[in-house]
């Protein structure tokens, strides 16, 4: 139509023309995604349900720790003004990627307010060599190596 | 996991509402109730952010931290903020009708609250029973926030051989009184804080907005950004980037709507979300830095009446970090920034992050078109829109994206990767994304008034 006409300039019909493109497009995305962005927490609130307690519990220790039962004993053990040291030996089957690397770091987190310090009497021992640990007992041992120990006090 | 630990966290973020709410009352006042109801959201970030700040200088000086701590903080705040408002004149709140909307508004904001609160219902359920995954958050930013809510302070053990020894507490603090409002250290409701902080951000962005573009611009630019692939339920990961991210992006809008009316009590709240963001993360004085930067070149005209006010701003959110920097440093930690601010890297690195932030930016399967809608609205609006506008977002959008690359080029440690466990440049992304969501319905709504006079919705 003539612009003359309709009073819009070539300036004003771009001005449009790029909103118009803008609000398309957006409505277009919202259109495409929102049912996945629905789904999506969807999915997980059911993934998340289905879980038990220890599992919700340990959430990301469970890619640490091959055995849920150490953070677990550990945390019913260590008295919550106790402190505990992390030994880490040769890696064995059931270990991931993350076992020796991040041991400590997760228990740090997880047993708070338990301290991690060097030379405390509980040891959580990830297939330690217990000769280093003269005088102390298992009171817990679990599978691909994982147990926790205490020296005598 | 129990109603009881939801409860505490309802009232919990109802309290630090208030408490933003008491502020933005002392700052501006509320001739309608409506007025709060519309700032709430913001009011919510705005006392999170001034609880945060308030309780890090406070723990720094050796105040232990505990629920009646907590309390006080906020029962002191809202009365303190309210007696201020009265004595500086402000008019108690009445309930009056506002300006009405058309019927196409109406339509579109009762689409739009209808789309946003469903998705938002739907994180909810997602947070509801969420373990604690992500890495970062078991490895330092929740140790941290166990440590303030068990030893009431800064431990120094757990501040200082934690990862990330030089990253701010104010997260933290949060989560630590989200735990005293539980009740206990339930991590799995904690991911529930996270979901007040994205519906208070969303509250924000909405309510800021709702005055000054249509309904029609300002919902799908919400909604567009909420849906992109890499947010949903990251939105609610419990750590430290989304948050960092909302107060940037809320104290660029108030500084971008200030720019336009001079209204004192944006460049105000601006300065304490920014004070916040200095105390959430370290690129939080990266995003103060940008967002005063792009203001001062924005305001050149009338320097002379604004830069000492925007000087000001920059002054509130450097001091409120100045304290930590002091006590961290105070136990020989180090490492907030590259010792030679990446001067000395090689040109082949500079090009290499530039690539990989400009790579990230535009993935289309992390921020599905998000990043081109901004452009073209960044267009439209220096084309045919306040040009003052489209230039101040053109330098923040500018400076963060060189600000993202340079944190990649100037730690040689960090290799150069899009690679998250790796790299923290699309987390880091996720800022400017978020700030389209703030900045293309205004930029737009500016090129669509362009040929109706200055009309408002």
């Excluded at chain 1, 599992?55 to 677990?72: A, C, I, K, Y």
Aim: proline share 5%.
């Amino acid at each position: 139509m003539d612009p003359r006409i309709t009073g819009a300039s070539r300036g004003d019909r771009l001005r449009l023309a790029a909103i118009g493109i803008w609000l398309a497009l957006a409505l277009a995305v919202i259109v495409v995604r929102y049912a996945d962005a629905f789904r999506a927490p969807n999915d997980t609130a059911r993934a998340n349900a289905a879980l038990d307690l220890v599992d919700r519990t340990l959430g990301g220790g469970n890619s640490v720790f091959p055995d849920q039962g150490l953070m677990v004993e550990a945390r019913g053990r260590i008295p919550p003004d106790g402190a505990f040291q992390v030994a880490v030996g040769d890696a064995q089957p059931g270990w991931t990627d993350l076992t020796a690397t991040f041991a400590e770091t997760y228990a740090r987190y997880f047993l708070l307010p338990r301290r991690a310090e060097p030379g405390a009497d509980w040891i959580l021992c990830l297939a330690c060599d217990r000769a280093a640990f003269p005088g102390a007992d298992a009171v817990w041992e679990g599978e691909a190596g994982l147990s926790l120990l205490r020296a005598e006090q | 996991m129990s109603v009881r630990a939801i409860t505490g966290l309802v009232v919990l973020n109802a309290g630090f509402a208030a408490l933003g709410l008491s502020l933005l009352y002392a700052l501006r006042g509320f001739s309608r109730w409506q007025d709060a109801a519309r700032l709430a959201g913001l009011g919510h970030l705005l006392g999170v952010a001034a609880f945060g700040v308030v309780w890090t200088e406070l723990l720094v000086l050796g105040v232990p931290f505990n629920g009646r701590g907590i309390v006080a903080t906020l029962v002191l705040g809202i009365a303190g903020a309210c007696v201020a408002g009265r004595l500086l004149g402000r008019p108690v709140p009445r309930l009056a009708r506002g300006p009405g909307l058309t019927t196409l508004a109406l339509l579109v904001t009762a689409a739009g609250v209808a789309l946003v609160g469903l998705l938002l219902e739907a994180f909810f359920r997602a947070a509801r029973l969420q373990s604690l995954q992500a890495s970062n958050a078991w490895a330092f930013w929740v140790p941290k926030a166990k440590a303030v809510y068990f030893f009431e302070g800064l431990d120094e053990q757990v501040f200082t051989v934690s990862a990330g020894p030089t990253y701010p507490p104010l997260l933290p603090i949060v989560d630590a009184a989200a735990f005293h409002a539980m009740g206990s250290v339930d991590v799995v409701t904690l991911h529930l804080q996270f979901w007040f902080l994205l519906v208070g951000a969303v509250a924000a962005l909405a309510g800021l907005l709702y005055r000054h573009v249509p309904a029609w611009l300002l919902w799908p630019s919400l909604l567009v950004v909420l849906v992109v692939p890499r947010f949903g339920e990251r939105l609610l990961t419990p750590q430290a980037d989304v948050l960092v991210d909302v107060f940037f992006v809320l104290a660029a809008l108030l500084v971008a709507l200030w720019l336009d009316d001079r209204q004192g009590w944006r460049l105000a709240a601006a300065a304490v979300l920014l004070a916040g963001a200095t105390l959430t993360k370290r690129e939080g004085l990266l995003f103060a830095a940008v967002v005063v930067g792009a203001a001062l070149v924005a305001s050149w005209r009338t320097r002379r009446r604004d830069w000492p006010l925007l000087g000001a701003v920059a002054l509130v959110a450097v001091a409120a970090a100045v304290p930590w920097r002091l006590w961290y440093r105070a136990r020989d930690v180090s490492g907030e920034a590259p010792g030679d601010l990446g001067l000395g890297v090689g040109a082949d690195r500079t090009v290499d992050a530039l690539r990989l932030s400009l790579d990230v930016l535009f993935e289309t399967s992390l921020w599905s078109v998000v990043p081109f809608l901004f452009l073209l609205a960044l267009a439209a609006g220096l084309a045919w829109g306040d040009r003052r506008l489209g230039a101040y977002f053109a330098i923040v959008l500018g400076a963060a994206f060189l600000g993202g690359a340079w944190v990649t080029y100037s730690y040689a440690d960090i290799p150069i990767t899009a690679n998250e466990a790796l790299n923290p440049i699309v987390r880091y992304t996720g800022a400017l994304v978020l700030l389209a969501a703030a900045a293309m319905p205004l930029l737009l709504a500016s090129a669509w008034r362009h040929g109706r006079g200055s009309e408002r919705p």
